[in-house]
Structures are given as structure tokens and as C-alpha cells.
């Protein structure tokens, strides 16, 4: 039986949700009281390879560029969250810098 695709919206919503589920579990591990460091460092591992796929990478000059677009409420594990991402991501092509001002920095 041949399963419909989500449409945009869904993967999107869907995205979101898992997204959001993997950084919870993140802090949750943050904030554990694991006694064995080498058990807490391998969740970790575990769990940062899942985040990679939910977290990109930005240059320094880009970050300040976008620092308006962060919720410092949010960013306290060593991740920033990116409120209004559709101003300089799009999920076909990734974070685009040209969409963002970083020509007043050095």
C-alpha cells in the first residue's frame, strides 16, 4: 500500500515537533545527575549527533548579524534558538547569509 507524502507544512510541523523533543531530551541530560562521567559524555555523543540535524553552524560576524533573532530565555545549554528563522533559513537551502547584513562588522 503506497503511503502519501506530508505536505510541506506537515514535514514542517513534524520537524518542529521532533526537533523540539531532542533538544528537551538534551538538557535533560545537561541537567542530570549522571555519577559516571563516561556514561553522561556518551549520552551526550549520542545525543549531539542527533542535534546536528536540527542546529546549524554559524562565523562569529554571522551570529552577531542575527543576534536580534535570538532568545536568550532559550539559549542556556550551549545552543542559541533562532526565534523568526525564516529570515535567513529556509529548509531547501539551508542558513543564507546573503539574506542577513553583516557588512557593518570586521
Avoid: W
Avoid at 546536528?52 to 552577531?64: C, E, G, N, W
Amino acid at each position: 500500500m503506497k503511503k502519501n507524502r506530508p505536505t510541506k507544512e506537515e514535514f514542517r510541523r513534524l520537524a518542529y515537533e521532533i526537533g523540539e523533543k531532542v533538544f528537551v531530551l538534551y538538557e535533560n541530560i545537561i541537567h542530570s545527575n549522571i555519577a559516571d562521567f563516561v556514561v553522561k559524555q556518551i549520552d551526550l555523543k549520542k545525543i549531539g549527533s542527533i542535534m546536528a540535524q536540527f542546529s546549524i553552524s554559524v562565523y562569529r560576524k554571522q551570529l552577531d548579524a542575527i543576534s536580534t533573532m535570538l532568545d536568550p530565555n532559550e539559549s542556556n545549554t550551549g545552543y542559541q534558538y533562532l526565534l523568526n528563522y525564516e529570515l535567513c533559513y529556509s529548509s531547501e537551502f539551508g542558513f543564507d547569509s546573503q539574506r542577513i547584513d553583516t557588512s557593518n562588522f570586521l
